[in-house]
């Protein structure tokens, strides 16, 4: 009998340690402004990552079951995301770089990929790395290898991302890795992916086991985000690494309990995300979801989809989540007013080539709405655009978004307002 009592499972859970939050950093505002910690000013954000691998997470057990969960998570994958097409979910589907490849027959009767390095030591079974790559394609073998299903998720209604879980499976530990291997991985990733027009920016570690020490080179290769598994914290907000590379922390993972529900336990988390401020991560293999695991998957999703259309919750991939956090910290805001106009200058210097050009909530408080708002950016200063916005009588707060290019916003209120000069008092 699964536990499905909300406040006993609470209480469980919060006695197990097993609700500890890290603190979400405060809001950044200016007596004017403030920079919004989520998209439309949400309370709190989540997203999901799918470990997406077919046979290539299971070699250790053999051939034949590894093929056997390959090709059950082949079947299970049109159902997963017609599910999050019903329900506007987009989430990062975390892939191996070999499902890519259409085929990989160019090894004359020798092992597969012979000019990918191996890993120094493999603890998981005996001989070569890849001696379980059929070296055929799609067609013969489609256990290791989905091109097709790529192209489904690429086609699906919902935004999904395409990140990596590495090219070949590999375990990022400092026994079974090194540089050479993790560069080498990477990019036969990019090579692969770059086929399908994609460019990484997330990398979910194998295994969970986690291989922060390669942030660096993740950085020089251009990802932006890992997902973090911590046993001390269930949720944060995501952590910005020396090397640029932000960690997300895994909050939840789609398993059977046999002791409680699991769509209680992730509207318990999604309840202290919300109250907290914090980021929500949920995680699956898209091998696991048949049967019973289907309708904790549907039950855990729709509850999310009805707290985003409350719009307490932004549901956002890994990469749109930590582009959203690197602007919002670089963004810095002057304020300035002259009779109805105030106008806004804003510099946002992110890396634009791995961050792309996000879009950034701002608030402002006023006892009146705003009669229009326009955005100039800094690369198109000729044309102003007009931005929508939305003004709440109850808070006097006024919501808008620009992009992290922009660079001057001019808000025209239907009375004059004090004069305020630039200086630090105004400044973000
Ligand atoms: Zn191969
Ligand atoms: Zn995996």
């Known amino acids: 009998m699964l536990l499905r009592d909300r406040v006993l499972l609470r209480t469980l859970l919060n006695a197990a340690g097993r609700l500890r939050c890290k603190t979400a950093p405060r809001n950044r505002s200016t007596e004017r402004v403030t920079v919004c910690r989520y998209l439309n000013n949400a309370a709190a954000v989540a997203n999901i990552s799918a470990d997406f691998e077919l046979a290539w997470a299971w070699r250790e057990w053999g051939t034949a079951r590894a093929e056997e969960v390959g090709l059950r998570e082949r079947a299970n994958v049109p159902v997963i ?22 085929s990989c027959a160019d090894h004359n009767g020798g092992p597969s990929h012979p000019g990918m390095p191996r890993p120094p030591i493999n603890r998981r079974w005996e001989g070569d790395w890849y001696k379980h790559d059929p070296g055929t394609s799609a067609v013969k073998h489609p256990a290791w290898y989905c091109p097709d299903l790529i192209r489904s998720i690429q086609q699906a209604k919902a935004a999904h991302e395409i ?26 990733c990019q090579r692969s992916m770059g086929r399908f027009g994609i460019q990484p920016r997330t990398l979910v570690y194998p295994f969970n086991i986690m291989g922060h020490q390669y942030l660096p080179i993740l950085a020089r ?88 259309d409350k719009g307490e919750v932004w549901v956002a991939t890994m990469k749109d989540l930590v582009a959203y956090s690197e602007a919002r910290e670089r963004m810095r805001i002057r304020s300035a007013t002259a009779g109805r106009v105030e106008s806004l200058r804003i510099e946002c210097p992110i890396d634009g080539e791995r961050f792309g ?31 929508s916005f939305r003004f709440d009588a109850g808070s006097g707060l006024t919501t808008f978004n620009v992009r992290s290019s922009t660079s001057d916003v001019e808000i025209t209120w239907p009375i004059a307002r004090r004069s305020e000069s630039e200086g630090s008092r105004g400044r973000l």
Request: charged share 20%; glycine share 4%.
């Open 221 to 308: 290769h251009g990802f932006t985000v890992v997902r973090h598994r911590d046993p001390r914290f269930v949720m944060s907000c995501p952590e910005r690494d020396s090397s640029g590379v932000y960690k997300i922390y895994e909050s939840m993972g789609l398993h059977e309990s046999r002791r409680y529900h699991q769509p209680t336990k992730a509207s318990i988390l999604i309840e202290l995300a919300v109250l907290n401020g914090l980021c929500f991560h949920f995680w699956f293999h898209p091998s696991a979801v048949t049967g019973a695991a289907c309708a904790t998957i549907r039950e855990i999703l729709q509850h999310l989809a009805s707290r985003r």
């Open 81 to 102: 995301l017609g599910l999050l097409d019903d329900l506007d979910i987009p989430i990062t589907w975390a892939t191996v770089g070999h499902l890519f490849l259409e």
């Open 163 to 188: 990140g990596s879980h590495s090219f070949s499976h590999i375990e990022f530990s400092r026994e079974c890795s090194n540089e050479t291997l993790v560069a080498a991985e990477i990019l036969e």
């Open 357 to 387: 050009d996000p879009e950034v909530t701002l608030c402002v408080l006023s006892s009146h709405a705003p009669l229009s708002i326009t955005a100039t950016a800094s690369n198109r200063p000729e044309q102003p655009a007009t931005l």
